[in-house]
């Protein structure tokens, strides 16, 4: 073949800018097994389409505000959209703008990244009651994910529940407990930042079923819960024994725990109750939750087994911190039990020419940089396929035909010049207030800022039409 291979990306988070920049890997190659290798030995062109109009995925609307160097991963996702061969079509969504079988037919290969985007459930009555919310849906609205500005969480009681012992659950405890000066300076989105401001939030406290050793906190962030400022940290349910523990991770997590819980309360205006071996029962409230039903929970013999004794915990405010899980795409196999696109090793199965990575090849687990070695297979796999003729690459669509014909369904596309400009504008925003950028948190307006700046200019501006 002596055209470039066309590839297609779907998702521009983490694993689909992986996955494009080791398809038109950098001079330096791709590091495998410890050594730098080329992995690409032919050109190649790739588009990365994505059904919002920004790009990095979950590192701009899910990683928290007050983490901004987790979020620098960015710079990388820059460097590969800069590189020749690459191409960007946001506002675009597969399943809705485009099918699975036109992608097919458009491209020599097609490689899914689009992440998951449900809810894992809790499956306990009162789950869906106004007033307990998925972590996904809150984060995604402090983050100014505009499908979920609209969200106005109930911030108007004094205590916060969140459902859930990992990473997730502190971010939102932090968030939720965070001197809003302390926000201003970050990239959180606007309307959050009003509203908390009101916030009569005082205490917040995170469930965990299992026991202290069991809880799925990284060490450093949980750590970081003791520098927080103007916030108490208490332990309860935990009776910790003097048992040695072998495995170093945990054991620095029983230490922080064990110092959270000797260190004696400051009497700080907030706090956060990191409380274990306690299971959600039901969510009380008709219109509005009022409250949460717990069962205490007991370790027997290493296992965690309800105690038949309850309690209730009043609250307005119930966050679902308990995971997130995939969405199929018509089209395309779906394992129902793991919410991933069925595949072996990253080649979707009985689907020739059609690959996947990241949270929906693998399920929702692993940070930013799991996605670059996760990318990196599937994208050899891809490779191996080509070198063996196996992709199938009759009837692959020219370039400006793709993208005549992307134009033609989805005229508010936003291209890589769109999305710069947008990136831009949020920025320049941000520097005159001290701020990372400054979101754009509704379509309209995103789109008004991808515009060339001849269309976006204010009217005095605007050249006279003839
Ligand atoms: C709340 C939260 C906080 C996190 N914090 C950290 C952290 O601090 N540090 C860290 O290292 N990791 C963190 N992670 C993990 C990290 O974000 C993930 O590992 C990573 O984002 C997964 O990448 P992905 O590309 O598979 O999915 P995503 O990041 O979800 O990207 C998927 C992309 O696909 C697009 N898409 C979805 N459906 C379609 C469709 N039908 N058509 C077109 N496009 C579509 C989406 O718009 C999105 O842009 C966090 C995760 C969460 C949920």
């Known amino acids: 073949m002596t055209r470039p291979l066309r590839v297609a990306v779907i998702g521009a988070g983490p694993s689909g800018m992986y996955a494009a920049g080791h398809l038109l890997e950098g001079p330096g190659g ?32 899910g990683v928290a505000p007050d983490h901004p160097d987790k979020k620098l991963a960015h710079t990388v996702f820059e460097h590969i959209a800069a590189r020749d061969g690459f191409r960007f079509f946001g506002n675009i969504e597969i399943g809705t703008h485009v099918t699975v079988a036109e992608l097919a037919q458009w491209y020599d290969a097609v490689i899914y990244a689009y992440g998951a985007d449900r809810d894992a459930a809790l499956r306990i ?19 100014g994910h505009p499908g979920y500005a609209h969200l106005e969480p109930d911030l108007s009681h004094e205590r916060a529940v969140i459902i859930g012992n990992g990473n997730v659950a502190l971010d939102v405890a932090r968030i939720l407990t965070a001197p809003t000066d302390v926000l201003a300076r970050t990239d959180i989105a606007d309307h959050a930042l009003q509203t908390l401001r009101h916030s009569r939030i005082r205490e917040v406290v995170l469930l965990g079923r299992r026991g202290y050793e069991q809880a799925a906190f990284n060490n450093p962030e949980l750590e970081e819960l003791g520098h927080l400022r103007g916030v108490d940290i208490v332990v309860q349910g935990a009776e910790f024994q003097a048992t040695h523990q072998p495995d170093p991770t945990t054991r620095r997590k029983v230490k922080t725990l064990r110092t959270y819980a000797q260190t004696r309360v400051n009497g700080h205006d907030k706090r956060i109750i990191l409380r274990f071996l306690t299971s959600p029962v039901n969510v009380l409230g008709t ?29 307005g405010l119930i966050v679902r911190a308990v995971g997130y899980f995939g969405s199929p795409i018509e089209g395309l196999p779906f394992d129902e039990r793991r919410g991933v696109i069925a595949n072996t090793h990253g ?15 693998r399920g929702p687990r692993g940070i930013i940089g799991t996605n670059k070695k996760c990318a990196r297979d599937t994208v050899r796999a891809l490779l191996a396929d ?35 400009r947008i990136d831009a504008v949020e920025r320049i925003a941000g520097w005159s207030t001290g701020r990372p950028r400054v ?13 060339p700046v001849a269309e976006h200019a204010s009217p005095v501006n605007r050249p006279a039409t003839l």
């Open 30 to 61: 791709t590091y495998l097994d410890g050594r730098l290798v080329q992995l690409v030995n032919r050109r190649i062109e790739v588009d990365v389409i994505d059904r919002l109009a920004t790009q990095w995925g979950l590192v701009r609307n």
């Open 347 to 361: 080649r979707v199965e009985h689907l020739r020419g059609a690959y996947v990575t990241g949270w929906m090849k």
């Open 287 to 315: 219109d509005r939750a009022t409250g949460l039903t717990v069962e205490h929970n007991e370790i027997v013999e290493g296992s965690v087994n309800p105690t038949g004794t309850y309690s209730v915990i009043e609250t």
């Open 439 to 451: 979101k754009l948190t509704n379509l309209d307006r995103l789109l008004t800022a991808a515009a």
């Open 386 to 420: 080509a070198d063996l003729n196996l992709l199938p690459t009759e009837g692959t669509l020219a370039r400006e035909t793709v993208e005549q014909e992307l134009r033609h369904r989805q005229p508010n596309l936003v291209d890589q010049p769109g999305w710069r």
């Open 125 to 143: 009555p009162g789950e869906s009651t106004p007033g307990s919310v998925a972590a996904r849906e809150f984060i995604a609205w402090f983050n």
